[in-house]
């Protein structure tokens, strides 16, 4: 299976702390460059974090100092790790992978369902 999986999304109050989860095939977890990006209603998508595979991460500047990627080796899942979420943070979070780490986030070739993530104020 190409399409990553997440999972993890779910409604907080402001402040609070969420983990999306993103569980992929060996070849794309340990091969490609993999990220989250997200979208809202109405408005267009946003990368959010990203590791390349090379090892390097980016954070948009909305999140830094907020969220952090982190990984299971063993099980070849990529967490998003968010905390003191704000209500500008809801929106539908998708896990993208590619094997070029040199286009952006949102423009991923593989991507899965997505999971929501809600906080209010």
């Known amino acids: 299976q190409i399409q990553p999986r997440e999972s993890g999304g779910g409604s907080v109050q402001a402040g609070g702390s969420l983990r999306l989860s993103c569980a992929a095939s060996?070849?794309?977890?340990?091969?490609?460059?993999m990220g989250w990006f997200r979208q809202a209603p109405g408005k267009e998508r946003e990368g959010v974090a990203r590791?390349?595979?090379?090892?390097?991460?980016i954070y948009a500047d909305s999140v830094k100092g907020r969220f952090t990627i982190a990984r299971d080796n063993a099980n070849n899942t990529l967490y998003l790790q968010m905390t003191s979420l704000k209500p500008e943070d809801t929106a539908m979070y998708y896990c993208?992978?590619?094997?070029?780490?040199?286009?952006?986030?949102?423009?991923?070739?593989?991507w899965g369902q997505g999971t929501q993530v809600t906080v209010s104020s």
């Open positions: 060996r070849a794309i977890y340990s091969t490609f460059s």
């Open positions: 590791r390349d595979n090379d090892g390097s991460t």
């Open positions: 993208a992978a590619d094997p070029r780490n040199d286009i952006p986030t949102r423009s991923m070739q593989y």
